[in-house]
């Protein structure tokens, strides 16, 4: 597969062709729609734009700055990872996930391994590079086969990619980008950041269970004793200065949650709503949450490096934020070649017309609310296997399906649910994922003749249940009407 920026270019390119076409035939569509700002339904024309006529190439000449500096992820990414990048840099995330595995409960121990992975979604590459290989050597370390550690470990980080027990920076991406799309059909109406907390949450640890099951009722019966002659290494413990790290880690914690309560819980207070008091709707408490998860990282990452060693000053923990961002030099050059794509394409109007014909067609198909579901998350977890970016991913797909379904009146944090739902479990299967080379290089040291067919079919039965368990939740979510988020 070429870069994924090249498959945007050509992507860019399709768009160009295509809006040619269908505006050389006077493509358009008639529907029906719901005026915001009277409530009242009413008939709206839309018909295709070139981007080879006079008004398109002025667009295209004219507003790719526009176009980048607009695009919301580009922002909230540095934001979010100048806090993430000290707690990574500054090495607490590692400790943090060695600490927790030294101190776990056996019978628990395999579900902590997993979440440990689910959680890591923070920073992913904590997760695949310092969680897997701790998680297998772990499960050595207690006499049991360590290639069922890492698949555990692995299941966790990748598998249950796109849920979390707290919102992490990729959220904030999907969360823009499916705004993006929401104002091609209704500029007034927007998804927040935590649309889909309750569901994320709730699948988060149900997830988390059924991967611990898979792995001892499934995974590790098959494989067995182990007999690959490794022997068992001496535990990696904690050194003082990184106890000392975590204490101090602990405590800037608690200074951090309760400066925010203070400026939170009373009434009138600064962070909640100055029209209707409240704190999870319209607040500055929830617009400004992306700025505290990354003052939240900033400060504990800060407090732990203080304590551990590994930082002395402020400007060396500025050297770790611009180690990190330029890190994120390749992610940034693809949101300029992905904010360019949404652009020209929602200039186009295919993306409505497209909506509006298909939301035709699906009224009048039998297929009702729960075959929609079916139906996309299907189509996410399938083109997973060519398509391994989330952001990427959901960069093609927010375009066409959320005003889909909100022309079949659907609330659109559902859509983006059932995306988490199909884009996480092939994570662990599709040889398009960078890191299953590096799976492989993980189980070598334990398996000498492992490759990429010993991963696959190791994570084969996650993708299976977890596909089939986890679709079943979300239409099982849906018809007892739970919130899927704070509204």
């Given at each position: 597969m070429p870069h994924p920026a090249i498959i945007f270019f050509v992507l860019i390119g399709i768009v160009i062709v295509l809006s040619a076409i269908?505006?050389?035939?006077?493509?358009?569509?008639?529907?029906?729609?719901a005026d915001p700002a009277s409530g009242e339904i009413e008939m709206r024309t839309t018909a295709v734009q070139s981007l080879l006529s006079v008004d398109g190439l002025r667009f295209m000449i004219t507003s790719p700055v526009r176009n980048f500096l607009g695009f919301g992820s580009v922002g909230v990414i540095i934001i979010a990872m100048i806090g993430v990048g000290v707690a990574e840099e500054s090495g607490l995330i590692a400790t943090l996930v060695r600490k927790i595995v030294l101190i776990a409960p056996r019978s628990i121990f395999t579900f902590?391994?997993?979440?440990?992975?689910?959680?890591?979604s923070i920073a992913a590459d904590a997760g695949y590079l310092v969680l897997v290989p701790l998680g297998a050597a772990a499960f050595h370390s207690l006499e049991r086969h360590p290639l069922a550690g890492l698949a555990a470990a692995f299941s966790g980080v990748a598998a249950v990619f796109l849920v979390n027990l707290f919102v992490t920076p990729t959220d904030a991406?999907?969360?823009?980008?499916?705004?993006?799309?929401?104002?091609m059909v209704d500029p007034a109406r927007e998804v927040t950041l935590v649309g889909n907390l309750y569901f994320m949450i709730a699948s988060s640890i149900l997830m988390g269970i059924l991967c611990t099951l898979i792995t001892e009722k499934i995974v590790e019966?098959?494989?067995?004793?182990?007999?690959?002659?490794?022997?068992?290494?001496?535990?990696?413990?904690?050194?003082?200065?990184?106890?000392?790290?975590?204490?101090?880690?602990?405590?800037?914690?608690?200074?951090?949650?309760?400066?925010?309560?203070?400026l939170t819980a009373p009434t009138n207070s600064v962070l909640r709503s100055p029209q209707t008091g409240e704190i999870l709707?319209?607040?500055?408490?929830?617009?400004?949450?992306?700025?505290?998860?990354?003052?939240?990282?900033?400060?504990?990452?800060?407090?732990?490096?203080?304590?551990?060693?590994?930082?002395?000053?402020?400007?060396?923990?500025?050297?770790?934020?611009v180690k990190t961002f330029a890190g994120l030099a390749g992610l940034?050059?693809?949101?300029?070649?992905?904010?360019?794509?949404?652009?020209?394409?929602?200039?186009?109007?295919?993306?409505?017309v497209l909506a509006a014909n298909l939301a035709s067609l699906l009224q009048d198909a039998p297929i009702n609310t729960i075959g929609y579901i079916i139906i996309f998350v299907l189509i996410i977890f399938l083109l997973d296997m060519l398509i391994t970016g989330a952001v990427a991913k959901w960069a093609i797909f927010a375009p066409v399906f959320i005003p889909l379904f909100m022309q079949l009146g659907k609330d659109p944090n559902l859509v983006l649910a059932a995306y988490r739902v199909g884009d996480s479990p092939m994570n662990v299967m599709t040889p398009l994922n960078v890191y299953l080379g590096v799976m492989v290089g993980f189980a070598s040291k334990y398996q000498k003749d492992a490759g990429i067919g010993t991963?696959?079919?190791?994570?084969?039965?996650?993708?299976?249940?977890?596909?089939?368990?986890?679709?079943?939740?979300?239409?099982?979510?849906?018809?007892?009407?739970?919130?899927?988020?704070?509204?």
């Open positions: 269908f505006g050389l035939l006077g493509t358009s569509i008639s529907y029906e729609v902590i391994v997993v979440m440990l992975g689910v959680v890591s991406l999907l969360a823009e980008m499916t705004n993006d799309a929401i104002r019966p098959r494989l067995g004793p182990y007999t690959g002659g490794v022997p068992v290494e001496a535990a990696e413990g904690i050194t003082a200065e990184q106890s000392k790290g975590l204490r101090y880690a602990g405590i800037a914690l608690a200074v951090f949650v309760a400066v925010v309560a203070l709707s319209g607040s500055p408490f929830m617009d400004g949450l992306i700025i505290q998860i990354s003052a939240l990282f900033f400060t504990v990452g800060f407090a732990y490096g203080k304590g551990a060693g590994t930082i002395k000053d402020l400007t060396q923990a500025i050297g770790m934020i940034i050059f693809l949101l300029l070649v992905i904010s360019q794509f949404i652009a020209f394409f929602s200039f186009t109007n295919m993306a409505t991963i696959v079919s190791l994570m084969l039965p996650y993708t299976a249940i977890l596909i089939v368990v986890w679709t079943l939740l979300l239409i099982a979510w849906y018809l007892l009407g739970l919130p899927l988020g704070p509204a």
